[in-house]
């Protein structure tokens, strides 16, 4: 089970609009994974934490920074579709 409450809390920093849904509904949690009690709550919690707010955009950033760098002129082109595909990566 240790290994669905890691998978939980990298899915939960990979993805603001899970942590959105775990606030208004809980038990989203307990359909995706295999969580004992004491998991699921503590992901309750870390999903409500005004941190994870920020976990999220650091998440984010530290993906969105070397392509940035890296690749300037693909994300001038893309620019319109960056956020949703940095997102999907």
Not at 7 to 12: K, M, P, R
Not at 65 to 84: F, G, K, Y
């Amino acid at each position: 089970m240790l290994v669905d409450f890691q998978i939980a809390l990298a899915d939960l920093t990979a993805s603001p609009s899970l942590c959105r849904k775990v606030r208004r509904v809980p038990e989203t949690l307990r359909d995706r994974y295999d969580l004992t009690d004491k998991e699921w709550r503590r992901l309750i919690g870390i999903a409500a934490s005004k941190g994870m707010e920020a976990n999220c955009m650091l998440y984010r950033a530290n993906r969105l920074a070397p392509v940035a760098l890296n690749l300037p002129e693909t994300c001038e082109a893309i620019r319109d579709d960056l956020n949703r595909l940095i997102s999907a990566y």
